[in-house]
């Protein structure tokens, strides 16, 4: 605890002149973040995933002598899509593209105008209050009412050459308006020889009638830890398609909190975790059902290598006197290598009658009938498992509506396949 | 061209086939019959390598190369094919991008080029045709959500496409009503020349009243206890398989 109180008080040093208010919040948010502090195995929601090494390593806040060369091109662009880059925590604005129909803004400016969507500092969630005590990067997106965006807003949040172990608390902001239509491409890269720390938050709001496609990305480093909440609300008649892509960072923790603010939302939380070695991704989801005739449809995959592990906690709450509800949760593992660890464990805590709930999980192995049947039609061993694990990939890949961003993604799931194959 | 000497298999730990011998030469179509538990499936499973049936005794060869020491996929790639009796549907893979695979997986092992995908594509727009298969089939999952006629129909695609010396049939026939058994049997009729061979394993003679076999042999508890002509499948329909067991 005591190198993250220094990095606080760094922190506080360093920008002097800061809003009055929003000092007082990353106070108030450090002391919460002081009481919970880091997870421990004996809390329910964090019990399999260990986060001591975070205690470990003398993480220090990026500052402006942190900004590495910068690239010449930027290769993990995806085509046709707007850009904002942001490298070891800096906005970069001359390698972005953003139009002007798209209002980006500081997360200070946008905190003096809507303090509400920056609460995170009463969280119960110890690294939501980490974030909001020292929140020093990211980016507030606002698409205003009646806009359908064409392309994809690509967000990259690069780590590259550092010097020390850094950490950043990135927090976005994305408010989406009435009837509009967007795609946001959450994208986090790293290339480094030290071990970093990201931390971030993003606080999503989609109003009436709106559409927001909403794909993750994370591919750190592997000497990385990543641990991210996303929180949705969503307006009546609201629709969020949500796909989450991991395959980077050593630990890897996401929360979802999904919540409904009026009826007639729909909500597809979709996931793919591909991983290897010794890492470690865990994802737990919140949605809660407070309002009539809301949807949700939770599909997480998970395929593991090596002696790496995975956790699976997703929770579907129905609260009582909420009408029409429709909602399905579905876990399936595979498990490339005897030593891969999964924990799952699905969960439904219904307090209404009028509901249509189902969940299940599977975890196995690569199915051997189906394994015998491709070789019985002379596809080698390994291209048949290829064959049955992209197949298993896939169901998540459909998921994204955007083509580029479909494309990109399938390459990376190819690329890391193959990669894994060679050593099977 | 298939030569079974003496063969001798189990199933965890569990004898199955007792001391079977079978010539199949280049052209023959020979049927095994027998109940249900008789062995039969464990024939075509040794023959095409599944790993959990265990080779106790015995010798096979084809086209005089040991097929024991023989990776599954290497026994295709040798010109075997089996028509599985429950084909499993594998989520995700494409028909098409699969049985394309498996095309280009033999015609490199012959030392020809890869079939592209139009020319696949046009290829399998006649095949499936003639098993009578919707076109959409060829863009849906490997056998996921198939009815057990369509999942038949496959088989007998792939067999049409990837076009082995050796088909082995497993239970072709069972699930399917009339029309369904007509068709497959024109399929496989049509496919028939003087360099392919089939073994069909059965346990009714529905399908074999369309196929004309050379040869039926009954397989009672592992051991082939009688040989004959379709004039044996016919007693067989009539009299059951009791008056052959000892």
């Given at each position: 605890m005591k190198q993250f109180q220094k990095q606080f008080d760094d922190l506080l040093a360093y920008w002097p002149d800061e809003n009055q208010e929003l000092r007082e919040l990353r106070s108030t948010a450090f002391d919460q973040f002081k009481n919970l502090g880091i997870p421990t195995k004996q809390l329910e929601d964090w019990q399999?995933?260990?986060?001591?090494s975070l205690k470990k390593i003398d993480y220090r806040l990026s500052r402006a002598k942190d900004l590495p060369q910068l690239p010449d091109d930027i290769t993990e662009q995806i085509p046709n899509t707007y850009l904002l880059f942001m490298i070891n925590g800096h906005y970069q604005p001359d390698l972005s593209d953003i139009p002007e129909s798209i209002s980006v803004t500081t997360n200070l400016e946008n905190f003096k105008a809507n303090k509400e969507l920056y609460l995170d500092h009463k969280s119960s969630n110890p690294f939501s209050a980490l974030n909001a005590s020292m929140m020093n990067s990211g980016a507030s997106v606002t698409i205003d009412s009646n806009v359908i965006l064409e392309k994809p807003i690509q967000i990259i949040y690069a780590m590259m050459d550092i010097s020390d172990p850094l950490m950043n608390h990135p927090r976005f902001v994305f408010q989406i308006g009435h009837n509009s239509q967007a795609t946001i491409v959450e994208h986090y890269i790293g290339s480094t020889d030290l071990p970093y720390f990201i931390n971030p938050v993003s606080n999503v709001t989609i109003k009436n009638n709106s559409v927001l496609n909403h794909f993750r990305i994370e591919?750190?480093?592997?000497l990385a830890s990543h641990i991210a909440a996303s929180n949705y609300l969503l307006g009546a008649d609201a629709q969020l398609n949500s796909v989450s892509i991991s395959s980077g960072s050593k630990l890897f923790r996401h929360n979802i909190n999904l919540n409904f603010n009026d009826k007639g939302g729909n909500a597809s939380l979709n996931g793919l975790s591909t991983i290897r070695e010794d890492q470690h991704h865990d994802q737990n989801i919140i949605i809660d059902h407070s309002h009539n005739n809301c949807q949700s449809q939770q599909l997480f995959k998970y395929i593991l290598s090596e002696k790496s592990s995975g956790v699976f906690n997703g929770k579907v709450v129905v609260q009582e006197g909420t009408k029409q509800t429709e909602a399905d949760q579905t876990n399936k593992n595979l498990l490339l290598s005897p030593e891969a660890i999964m924990n799952t464990n699905p969960q439904l805590e219904i307090y209404s009658e009028d509901v249509k709930c189902s969940h299940g999980s599977t975890t196995g192995q690569i199915d051997a009938e189906a394994l015998f049947y491709l070789q019985s039609r002379g596809i080698s061993k390994t291209k048949a498992i290829e064959l049955i694990i992209n197949g298993f990939a896939k169901e998540i890949i459909e998921q994204i509506n955007n083509e580029d961003v479909k494309t990109y993604i399938n390459n990376r799931v190819t690329n890391w396949l193959e990669s894994v194959l060679i050593d099977v | 061209m298939l030569i079974i000497k003496n063969i001798h298999a189990s199933v965890d730990g569990k004898e199955i086939l007792k001391g079977i011998d079978l010539s199949v030469n280049p052209g023959e179509l020979h049927a095994i019959m027998g109940r249900n538990g008789s062995g039969k499936s464990t024939l075509a499973n040794i023959i095409t390598g599944r790993d959990n049936f265990i080779v106790t005794k015995g010798s096979i060869t084809y086209n005089g190369i040991n097929l024991l020491d023989m990776a599954t996929e290497d026994r295709a790639l040798a010109g075997i094919f089996m028509s599985f009796q429950y084909p499993v549907a594998i989520p995700g893979v494409n028909n098409a991008y699969f049985l394309r695979a498996a095309l280009n997986a033999k015609l490199k092992h012959h030392g020809k080029s890869e079939v592209n995908a139009a020319d696949f594509m046009r290829l399998m727009r006649e095949k499936v045709k003639s098993v009578n298969l919707d076109e959409s089939y060829l863009s849906?999952?490997?056998?996921?959500?198939?009815?057990g006629g369509e999942k038949k129909r496959n088989e007998i695609l792939q067999m049409l496409t990837l076009e082995p010396e050796l088909s082995i049939l497993d239970e072709?026939?069972?699930?399917?009503d009339i029309d369904a058994l007509k068709t497959i049997a024109e399929g496989i009729n049509n496919f028939r020349n003087k360099n392919r061979s089939f073994l069909t394993i059965t346990h009714y003679q529905r399908l074999l009243q369309y196929m004309h076999p050379d040869y039926i042999h009954v397989l009672i508890d592992g051991k082939i206890v009688k040989s004959g002509d379709i004039e044996l499948a016919n007693q067989l329909e009539k009299k059951g398989y009791s008056w052959l067991e000892s």
């Open positions: 399999f995933t260990d986060f001591s591919a750190e480093d592997p | 849906r999952a490997v056998n996921d959500g198939f009815s072709t026939d069972s699930g399917l």
